[in-house]
């Protein structure tokens, strides 16, 4: 990323974490802008990373090679209608990564209609990209190029694991899966560590004993090349402990209920994409 000049558009969690995560990979302080209305969290960014920092949006968008917009989906028309005739000159790569905004709608909102269609990137981050392992989402529209798609992969790398979908539907699935994820293995932790204590264990224990068996199994699914449904048997003996825990998983059908879940959460992603889109 040589010479690139990189503009954040809001300085909030997401954004320091990218940041932080470009400066561990190497990315000079002085090729980064970060644009936001609040003094505190400018000097903060400025003391903390010594990157560039304004307050105002499109001060800083002019001469970006890469325009990383980071504000609250609610927020995303505005600033992008305010953003658009600097973007219709100096035609950056735009890369989103308000949840659930179309690359289409912010094309419009850049005026990508009248003047001409912009490079848009849609990123799907989540929560874990703030301690640098995360699990994003891609979506490239056709204006991409092959060094811009590169580009943005290695930005969101810089904060975990970053994969293209060809589809731009398939973003409220990785909205789904991995945008919502998280909270899934939280609610399971939270059930793991109540049963634990029904069967006698302390809250701390059975706190200590759930969050490092995911930790663990996470691990050894990630460094093994079998499917977990492989790791899965193997650690499950006929007639064991393991293979009564499981019956009951499948008696429970987790197969459906995890569909459920997924379907579920993936119509509100498309419903929200509907309304964020529709122009006030
Ligand atoms: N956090 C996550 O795990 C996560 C995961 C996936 C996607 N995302 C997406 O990432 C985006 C940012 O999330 P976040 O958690 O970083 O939110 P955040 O901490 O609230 O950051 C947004 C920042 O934008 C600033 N801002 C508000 N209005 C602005 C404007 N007109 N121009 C420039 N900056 C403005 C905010 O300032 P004030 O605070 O002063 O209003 C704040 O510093 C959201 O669209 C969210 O959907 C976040």
């Given at each position: 990323m040589k010479q690139i000049k990189l503009t954040f558009i809001g300085g909030g969690n997401m954004a320091a974490s990218l940041i932080g995560g470009l400066l561990a990979d190497k990315l000079p302080a002085k090729q980064i802008t970060v644009a936001d209305p609040a003094t505190s969290t400018r000097d903060s960014l400025a003391r903390h990373f010594g990157v560039n920092t304004e307050a105002d949006n499109v001060t800083a968008a002019v001469g970006a090679d890469v325009l990383v917009l980071a504000v609250k989906p609610q927020m995303l028309q505005s600033v992008a209608e305010a953003l658009a005739s600097a973007v219709q000159k100096d035609r950056p790569l735009v890369i989103t990564i308000a949840a659930g905004i179309r690359s289409a709608d912010l094309n419009r909102w850049l005026g990508g209609e009248t003047g001409g269609k912009i490079a848009v990137v849609r990123a799907m981050p989540n929560t874990p990209a703030l301690l640098q392992t995360g699990a994003t989402g891609l979506f490239a529209n056709a204006q991409v190029n092959e060094t811009q798609r590169d580009l943005a992969e290695s930005i969101l790398r810089a904060v975990g694991l970053a994969l293209w979908v060809e589809k731009e539907d398939q973003m409220d699935a990785v909205t789904a899966l991995s945008g919502s994820g998280p909270a899934y293995f939280f609610r399971i932790m939270e059930a793991m560590e109540t049963a634990g204590t029904q069967l006698g264990?302390?809250?701390?224990?059975?706190?200590?004993?759930?969050?490092?068996?995911?930790?663990?199994?996470?691990?050894?699914?990630?460094?093994?090349?079998?499917?977990?449904?492989?790791?899965?048997?193997?650690?499950?003996?006929?007639?064991?402990?393991?293979?009564q825990g499981l019956r009951v998983m499948a008696e429970q059908d987790i197969d459906g209920l995890m569909a459920q879940v997924l379907k579920a959460a993936s119509d509100r992603s498309r419903a929200l994409a509907k309304s964020l889109g529709e122009t006030k």
């Amino acid at each position: 990323m040589k010479q690139i000049k990189l503009t954040f558009i809001g300085g909030g969690n997401m954004a320091a974490s990218l940041i932080g995560g470009l400066l561990a990979d190497k990315l000079p302080a002085k090729q980064i802008t970060v644009a936001d209305p609040a003094t505190s969290t400018r000097d903060s960014l400025a003391r903390h990373f010594g990157v560039n920092t304004e307050a105002d949006n499109v001060t800083a968008a002019v001469g970006a090679d890469v325009l990383v917009l980071a504000v609250k989906p609610q927020m995303l028309q505005s600033v992008a209608e305010a953003l658009a005739s600097a973007v219709q000159k100096d035609r950056p790569l735009v890369i989103t990564i308000a949840a659930g905004i179309r690359s289409a709608d912010l094309n419009r909102w850049l005026g990508g209609e009248t003047g001409g269609k912009i490079a848009v990137v849609r990123a799907m981050p989540n929560t874990p990209a703030l301690l640098q392992t995360g699990a994003t989402g891609l979506f490239a529209n056709a204006q991409v190029n092959e060094t811009q798609r590169d580009l943005a992969e290695s930005i969101l790398r810089a904060v975990g694991l970053a994969l293209w979908v060809e589809k731009e539907d398939q973003m409220d699935a990785v909205t789904a899966l991995s945008g919502s994820g998280p909270a899934y293995f939280f609610r399971i932790m939270e059930a793991m560590e109540t049963a634990g204590t029904q069967l006698g264990l302390s809250a701390e224990t059975a706190h200590l004993l759930t969050l490092q068996t995911a930790l663990g199994a996470a691990k050894m699914a990630l460094e093994s090349s079998e499917p977990v449904g492989v790791l899965r048997e193997r650690v499950t003996s006929p007639g064991g402990t393991t293979e009564q825990g499981l019956r009951v998983m499948a008696e429970q059908d987790i197969d459906g209920l995890m569909a459920q879940v997924l379907k579920a959460a993936s119509d509100r992603s498309r419903a929200l994409a509907k309304s964020l889109g529709e122009t006030k």
